[in-house]
C-alpha cells in the first residue's frame, strides 16, 4: 500500500465550478499535511498546509483534514483555467530529526473555460 | 514568503560530465534541505536529506558516491552529479526548511545528459 494516496486524474471542471482533490495516507504519526501545485515543467508551490482536523480556507481553497480517517482534501473554489495544474498532497512524518515529505502521485486539474 | 533559489535552471551536457546543482535559500535559515528527482508523470522522490554541517542522508536505491551533496552553510546546499549518464537526465528539485517554515521548492534543474 503507498503512503500517501491521490486519485491520479485527470480531473476536469468547469470554469466557475468547485473541484475537489483527494488524498488518503496510511501512517496514523502523520502530524502535518500540504498541498502543493505544481505547473508542467515547474517545480511544486506551496499552497495550503493543514495540522490539526477540520477545516482551514485561504480565499478560494479549503483544505480539510479527519486524521479518523486518514484522510485530507483540496476544494477549490470558483475554478479558473489557470489552476489548472497538478497538485500533490504531501504528508510529514516526524522521525528524529528529519522531517520528510512524502508526497502523493499528484491529481491533475484541468479547468475547462 | 521563503524563498528558494536553485542554479542552473538547466543544465545539457555530455555523458561523463559531472555537474554541480546549487541551493540557496534567500531570506531564511535552511536548517534542512532536501533534494529530490522527478520524472516524466511521476511524482517527486526524496534522494536525499541534508542538515547544515552534517553528512546527508540518502534514501534507499541512492548512491551517496554519485550524487554528491554538500551543506556547508545554512543558506547553501549543493548537489554535484558525478560522472552523469544519460539515465540520470532528470529534473532535480531542492527544497529548503527552516524552523517553524514548511517546505519551500527551488524551481529545479532540468538535467539533460547526451
Known amino acids: 500500500q503507498k503512503e500517501v494516496e491521490q486519485n491520479s486524474g485527470p480531473l476536469s471542471v468547469p470554469e466557475g465550478a468547485i473541484a475537489s482533490l483527494n488524498c488518503t495516507y496510511s501512517?496514523?504519526?502523520?502530524?502535518?499535511f500540504f498541498w502543493y501545485r505544481q505547473y508542467s515543467g515547474k517545480s511544486p508551490e506551496l499552497i495550503m498546509s493543514?495540522?490539526?482536523?477540520g477545516d482551514k480556507e485561504d480565499g478560494r481553497f479549503t483544505a480539510q483534514l479527519n486524521k479518523a480517517s486518514q484522510y485530507v482534501s483540496l476544494l477549490i473554489r470558483d475554478s479558473q483555467p489557470s489552476d489548472s495544474a497538478t497538485y500533490l498532497c504531501?504528508?510529514?512524518?516526524?522521525?528524529?530529526?528529519?522531517?520528510?515529505?512524502?508526497f502523493g502521485s499528484g491529481t491533475q486539474l484541468t479547468v475547462l473555460p | 514568503g521563503a524563498v528558494v533559489s536553485q542554479h542552473p535552471s538547466r543544465v545539457i551536457c555530455k555523458s561523463g560530465t559531472s555537474v554541480k546543482i546549487e541551493c540557496r535559500s534567500l531570506?531564511?535559515?535552511?536548517?534542512?534541505m532536501f533534494w529530490y528527482r522527478q520524472f516524466p508523470k511521476q511524482s517527486l522522490m526524496l534522494m536525499a536529506t541534508s542538515n547544515e554541517g552534517s553528512k546527508a542522508t540518502y534514501e534507499q536505491g541512492v548512491e551517496k558516491d554519485k550524487f554528491l551533496i554538500n551543506h556547508a552553510s545554512l543558506t547553501l546546499s549543493t548537489l554535484t552529479v558525478t560522472s552523469a549518464h544519460p539515465e540520470d537526465s532528470s529534473f532535480y528539485i531542492c527544497s529548503g526548511e527552516g524552523s517553524n517554515q514548511p517546505q519551500h521548492f527551488g524551481d529545479g534543474t532540468r538535467l539533460s545528459i547526451l
Open positions: 501512517d496514523r504519526v502523520s502530524q502535518s
Open positions: 531570506d531564511f535559515q535552511a536548517t534542512t
Open positions: 493543514i495540522y490539526s482536523n
Open positions: 504531501a504528508v510529514q512524518i516526524p522521525s528524529g530529526s528529519a522531517r520528510q515529505l512524502t
